[in-house]
């Protein structure tokens, strides 16, 4: 018997392409438009039921004919190794084989948000990428990306679903732990940094695809609000700033990024059609495709066809701007805009109908899963889809990328104030909040009351308002000022003692009188407790500038434009601000 060409590696990866979908059925070739959300049990068995999924595991695969899909969750190395090996098992029983592309959202670092990113768990643990912005060192990123391009290999992963190139420039936004901060040109270095380190010199077997997203930058939303939610679908550009939110889409797509997630939001008082950009033809054919030349794969952003549960509570598609279409109606849309995949959508039955009734031509389905095919092969999944769970024990979270991680904590750290606090000597009295007891006493004497301590040691995180939602109380949100009373008490404390506080800067905080007080203010960006008091007591270099600047007040806040790097009023710390602890002098300075 004839081995089908498709399944000989000699043979170009474009003849190999044509010759799978040449054998193809309809039914095939929708199943690779949709890339869905999958969970794992514990052992690395496949789910068959979950929170966020509609079908069982092994239906998605054998009867929906899917072949992508992102993994939610934790498991120990060699759980998630033996459990892509067996959705690779699945996928080979069925008709034509098609190996199965295992995604992920970012997993090395301290955010826990199940709509975002996952904490680092087993994996090496890293600052989120706002702390590799505050260093700024585009060689640290690529080595960053390299550690994560083994990790994710070694457990069977093939796509980043990041980096997250947004740019930061509403303070309100809950998603900018996730960005290089708001500079575009720092953004556009360290975004292709994140690439090169994925992908390599070229899309090959020893690389992961970069998922870059949100196109065309999600940073300008209006009042700060996220558009996973129907309060946040706007998006608007007061400031003129549409083309800068581009320049770190430009960088990425330069050093080759294989596929770019465009976000929910919908364009406000534009020159753009409003409607979310996985439907709109402006911004996906016009501006990507045409003007910045992109011919890879586009992915919308989760759930944009139908409405879910999420963690038990009801959800709407984030179909902004089409809300009025029907499901049918809205894929339709989205595939005339230039979207070749679905992601976290799982109804194929739905690109099927419309083929049969002539509203998408079969022709323009095959356009996409060339795209989605093309890539398979050219990561070398049809040779090699397995993963070794030996090796992923051994790799994940190995020594020398545990050492890099937490090197980079320390760097990415950033001295805001210091009168003459820092760096501590000897074995001071330490009073702590937010910090660990047990790791203190081995840099101090830990004491319970204030009053017997040298030095205090408060961490911080910064202040959002508590949304309802079970799933949306996970994105931090509105003010970013502390409360009234939770000021009381820190100020209470910083006048009590010498105190340093270390801020943990998910967002940009409003702490003016914190920062007047303070005898040292800090800020980290996911940092361990042993990272900040190393740097306390000089046994590392805290080497961290302002990814953003810090407001003054909501007032400066709300006053801002949306598109506009660092607009706030009078800030209190401003964009690049960093103190040098080992500077002569520098100690007392601000």
């Given amino acids: 018997m004839t081995t089908p060409a498709y399944r000989d590696p000699s043979r170009p990866v474009d003849e190999r392409v044509e010759d799978l979908l040449s054998r193809m059925t309809l039914e095939e070739k929708a199943g690779q438009l949709f890339h869905t959300m999958l969970t794992m049990n514990p052992d690395g068995t496949v789910a068959e039921e979950g929170p966020f999924l509609r079908y069982g595991t092994t239906e998605l695969v054998r009867d929906r004919q899917l072949t992508h899909f992102n993994l939610l969750g934790q498991g120990s190395p060699r759980a998630m190794a033996r459990w892509a090996n067996r959705m690779q098992e699945l996928a080979a029983d069925t008709r034509l084989g098609i190996p199965v592309t295992l995604s992920t959202d970012p997993r090395h670092a301290f955010t826990d948000n199940p709509g975002a990113s996952f904490n680092s768990g087993a994996f090496s643990a890293w600052p989120e990428p706002l702390g590799l912005a505050a260093i700024g060192d585009a060689e640290l990123v690529e080595r960053f990306a390299d550690t994560v391009r083994r990790e994710y290999l070694a457990v069977g992963f093939r796509v980043a679903l990041h980096p997250q190139i947004d740019l930061a420039t509403e303070p309100r936004w809950s998603r900018q732990s996730g960005t290089f901060g708001s500079s575009a040109q720092a953004g556009g270095e360290l975004a292709a940094a994140y690439v090169r380190g994925l992908q390599g010199p070229g899309l090959g077997p020893d690389s992961v695809a ?64 409003e ?124 020594p020398e990328f545990t050492a890099l991680g937490e090197a980079a904590q320390r760097r990415s750290l950033t001295v805001l104030t210091n009168h003459d606090l820092l760096p501590l000597a000897g074995r001071p009295n330490l009073y702590v909040q937010g910090v660990s007891e047990r790791e203190a006493a081995a840099y101090g004497n830990v004491v319970a009351d204030p009053a017997d301590a040298d030095v205090a040691v408060l961490r911080l995180r910064t202040p959002y308002e508590q949304r309802s939602g079970t799933f949306e109380s996970f994105f931090h949100a509105g003010s970013l000022a502390f409360p009234d009373d939770e000021l009381k008490e820190i100020l209470r404390l910083l006048q009590a003692v010498p105190t340093l506080v270390c801020v943990n800067l998910e967002r940009p905080a409003v702490l003016p009188e914190i920062a007047e007080q303070a005898a040292a203010l800090v800020a980290d960006y996911g940092a361990s407790d042993a990272a900040l008091l190393d740097v306390a007591f000089g046994r590392a270099r805290a080497e961290g500038r302002l990814p953003f600047e810090l407001p003054r007040s909501m007032a400066a806040v709300a006053a801002s434009r949306p598109d506009v790097p660092n607009d706030t009023e009078d800030p209190v710390f401003p964009y690049g601000h960093g103190v040098d602890l080992h500077r002569a002098g520098s100690a007392g300075q601000e």
Wanted: hydrophobic share 35%.
């Fill in 210 to 273: 970069a998922m870059v997203k949100h196109f065309p930058g999600g940073g300008p939303q209006k009042d700060g609000e996220d558009p996973h939610f129907p309060h946040g679908k706007e998006q608007v550009y007061p400031g003129g700033m549409r083309d800068y939110h581009l320049a770190p889409f430009k960088a990425a797509i330069d050093a080759g990024c294989s596929q770019i997630m465009p976000y929910y939001g919908q364009p406000v008082g534009t020159d753009w059609e």
């Fill in 275 to 398: 409607v979310g950009f996985g439907f709109n033809k402006d911004v996906l054919t016009g501006l990507l495709r045409e003007r910045l030349g992109f011919d890879g794969i586009i992915c919308t952003d989760w759930g944009l066809l139908t409405d879910a549960e999420i963690m038990g509570e009801p959800a709407e598609a984030r179909a902004w701007g089409v809300e009025h279409l029907t499901v049918a109606e809205r894929a339709a849309k989205a595939l005339d805009a230039g979207t070749d995949q679905f992601g976290g959508e799982q109804c194929p039955e739905v690109i099927v109908e419309l083929v049969r009734s002539g509203r998408i031509s079969e022709e323009r389905v095959d356009v996409s899963v060339r795209r989605l095919l093309r890539e398979k092969f050219v990561l070398g999944l049809f040779e090699n889809p397995y993963a070794d769970p030996d090796r992923a024990e051994e790799t994940v979270g190995a």
